[in-house]
Structures are given as C-alpha cells and as structure tokens.
C-alpha cells in the first residue's frame, strides 16, 4: 500500500523533491510539507498535535517500488513469492527425504558391517583356541619324540654294552651251556669257545 503525506495528500514515490521523514509520534510526511507546516505553525505534529520541532525530524529511506506499488501488484507479487518459496520447499523436503534415504542406507550398512565384525572376532577367537589346542599337541608329541629319542638311545647303548661283554667273555675262552634242543639232544652240553 502506498505511503501518503498527511498533510498534502499525496504518495511517496521516490523523487527527489518528495523525500519522506517521519517524526516521533510515528507519522511520515514529506519532509518539504511538515518543513513549511513547521513555519507557518507551531511546534506539533500535523496530524496528531504531539509537540516536537523540524529537529526531531527523520529522514526515511524507502523503496519506492513498494510504496508506489498498487495492491493488484502487490497480490500479484506476493502470490509469486509464493510460488516460489512453496517451490523451494519442495525442494528442500525432496533433498530432506534423500539426505534421510542416505542416512537409512548408512544405518544398515553399519549393522551389517557390525554382524561381520562380530562374525570375524568369534571366528577368529575359535581359530585361536584351535591354535592353542594344536601348539599344546606339538609340545606334547615333540616331548613324547625327545622321549622315544632318549628311550632309543638307552637301548642303543646297553645292546652295545651286552655285545661288548658278549665278545669278551667269548675272547677270553668261557664255556657256554645250551639246552638240549640246541646241542641236538645233549642236555647242559658244554662246548668250548674255541668250538664255534
């Protein structure tokens, strides 16, 4: 709606000799109008009497396409501000709905990211515990080695002492008894070492 000067009645539209300023009570006149009401009256406010001087006078700085504009514009206008924000909404709540359609498919792949890990840790704790089982087994089966090894050795050396001591005595010209099924019938037949 246009501004209109209270005091000659006509609007505002932005040229130069018809400046608006507006005084403490709220009234806009043009400044040039309530200059010369300011002289040839006294100190009051045209249009509501309220005492004050052409020093409370401000200046207003207005657009004069809005205030010169007619209310058919200004519907017309305004429908189109409309239209537009109305449209950038819409594209606000589209871009909203995808943002949210991206964060749901975040969300799940998180969780399935989240039921693999979990997978991974008891799989892997079970690969552990099957490491575990298996280092214990090769401990014992290298100590049940070392002790065969030994075992083997002790049997290794006491054949030798025996056929060392076998080979002494016969050197040496001792009898050996066999039984009868080994002299052929001779029961406790005495043979000596130079015999064989």
């Known amino acids: 709606m246009p501004l209109i000067c209270s ?10 000799d018809a400046i608006a300023g507006t005084l403490p009570c709220g009234h806009i006149f043009h400044i040039d109008c309530v200059q010369q009401w300011f002289h040839q009256c006294q100190n009051a406010c045209p249009a509501c009497r309220a ?19 007619s209310p058919e514009a200004q519907v017309v206008r ?10 950038s909404l819409d594209e606000c709540q589209a871009s909203l709905k995808h943002e949210n ?7 799940k792949n998180i969780e399935r990211l989240m039921q693999i890990n979990q997978t991974a ?30 075992n083997c050795e002790k049997s290794i050396r006491d054949m030798r002492r ?25 029961k406790g037949g005495r043979y000596s070492s130079a015999e064989f």
């Open 101 to 107: 359609n991206k964060i749901i498919s975040l969300e």
């Open 7 to 16: 005091i000659c009645q006509l609007g505002y539209d932005g040229s130069s």
């Open 162 to 186: 025996g056929a060392d001591g076998f080979s002494l005595t016969a050197s040496r010209g001792s009898t050996v008894a066999f039984d009868s099924e080994t002299t052929g019938g001779t």
């Open 121 to 150: 840790i008891v799989m892997n704790a079970d690969k552990e515990k099957e490491r575990g089982t298996l280092e214990m087994e090769l401990m014992i089966t290298n100590l049940s080695m070392m002790a065969a090894k030994r």
């Open 78 to 87: 305004l429908e189109s501000e409309l239209l537009e924000s109305r449209k």
């Open 51 to 69: 005492k004050c001087s052409s020093k409370d006078l401000i200046r207003l700085f207005l657009d004069s396409q809005n205030t010169s504009e």
